[in-house]
């Protein structure tokens, strides 16, 4: 049979009551209490019953941490950093990959509500307004990673993603590139490479330089975008000078379609990835990216989950942390 509270009462030789506050870390326990009741619970191995607990307290220390694809080597790096926070505060993690997937999405917030998640970090692929509308309707506390809702009423921590792709793009402008592809998602996708986008045509804009439609590919963030966009592109036109990328992945899926074609990156086109994955500096050639401070969009989304859920005081309700372009080996020196 299973160790139970009064097991471990026993064994200490005090009350139940007692050890229920050690459990809760209630301070009116004394020191020598304390000890003797922690000491009873390593010796008989008593794990806490979460769910009677969860249901007395209205807590479980259960937080949920939604990403849109396990596979994308972005999420993980968020995913430890917000882990490593949890478990200096206690707290156990449920993660929820939804494969890009919207209703996936809105089933993991109702299925976390009804577990009794204390709160959830949030990696949206798009943030629809019916999702929107989900997280206002179930009302436990929410912090966005990555993107940030359109009327910043949720907590967030991002980046300035439309400032980072502009400068992403002057870099390359800078280089005396005029014709510049840009690969990514829509501009009409909520979520943070729309804002990409937004910036590749701003910086365009700030160099007098028309914004050629057909230089551009919507579609996917994986390899396998970056790829068949460029052979789609290069089917149709021929005097490209530069490639930027709403992501690594897709960087690497076209520097690997130019080289089908005998085209050599830097020595005759440019390539720019975003985001900094691991990948990105053991490619050949590495890449020469927008860097995003994952880990710690990660620590700083926990730790503001966690004070949203004590009822703590936020510094900030939206946290703009800071990005690098990294120079490699992609584009000319």
């Given at each position: 049979m299973p160790v139970s509270i009064k097991d471990v009462a026993k064994e200490a030789q005090v009350s139940i009551a007692t050890v229920s506050r050690v459990l809760n870390n209630i301070d009116v326990v004394n020191e020598d209490t304390k000890k003797k009741v922690l000491d009873?619970?390593?010796?008989?191995?008593?794990?806490?019953?979460?769910?009677?607990?969860?249901?007395?307290?209205?807590?479980?220390?259960?937080?949920?941490?939604?990403?849109?694809?396990?596979?994308?080597?972005?999420?993980?790096?968020?995913?430890?950093?917000?882990?490593?926070?949890?478990?200096?505060?206690?707290?156990?993690?449920?993660?929820?990959?939804?494969?890009?997937?919207?209703?996936?999405?809105?089933?993991?917030?109702r299925v976390l509500r009804e577990k009794m998640a204390d709160g959830v970090l949030y990696m949206s692929n798009s943030l629809e307004p019916n999702i929107l509308e989900l997280i206002d309707k179930l009302g436990f506390p929410i912090v966005l990673v990555e993107t940030r809702d359109k009327d910043k009423k949720l907590h967030s921590v991002t980046i300035d993603n439309l400032k980072a792709a502009k400068e992403g793009v002057q870099y390359l402008i800078n280089k005396d590139n005029k014709n510049i592809v840009y690969i990514g998602?829509?501009?009409?996708?909520?979520?943070?490479?729309?804002?990409?986008?937004?910036?590749?045509?701003?910086?365009?804009?700030?160099?007098?330089?028309?914004?050629?439609?057909?230089?551009?590919?919507?579609?996917?963030?994986?390899?396998?975008?970056?790829?068949?966009?460029?052979?789609?592109?290069?089917?149709?036109?021929?005097?490209?000078?530069?490639?930027?990328?709403?992501?690594?992945?897709?960087?690497?899926?076209?520097?690997?379609?130019?080289?089908?074609?005998?085209?050599?990156?830097?020595?005759?086109?440019?390539?720019?990835?975003?985001?900094?994955?691991?990948?990105?500096?053991?490619?050949?050639?590495?890449?020469?990216?927008v860097a995003q401070p994952m880990y710690d969009m990660g620590s700083v989304g926990m730790r503001m989950l966690i004070k949203s859920i004590n009822k703590e005081e936020l510094e900030k309700q939206n946290y703009v942390l800071d990005y690098e372009i990294v120079e490699r080996d992609s584009c000319k020196k």
């Open positions: 009873a619970i390593d010796k008989l191995g008593y794990r806490p019953n979460i769910v009677a607990r969860s249901l007395k307290t209205q807590r479980s220390r259960t937080l949920g941490i939604i990403i849109p694809d396990i596979s994308n080597e972005f999420y993980p790096e968020i995913v430890r950093g917000a882990e490593d926070v949890a478990n200096i505060y206690n707290y156990n993690i449920m993660l929820c990959n939804t494969d890009l997937d919207p209703e996936k999405e809105m089933e993991y917030l998602t829509h501009e009409d996708m909520a979520n943070a490479a729309s804002l990409r986008y937004q910036g590749y045509k701003k910086a365009l804009e700030e160099n007098n330089i028309e914004l050629d439609e057909g230089l551009v590919s919507f579609g996917g963030m994986k390899a396998k975008d970056g790829y068949n966009a460029i052979h789609n592109i290069l089917s149709n036109k021929k005097d490209i000078d530069a490639i930027f990328c709403a992501s690594d992945e897709i960087a690497m899926g076209a520097i690997n379609a130019l080289r089908d074609k005998g085209i050599k990156v830097p020595e005759d086109i440019d390539v720019m990835g975003f985001n900094n994955i691991y990948s990105a500096d053991i490619f050949y050639p590495k890449l020469t990216t």
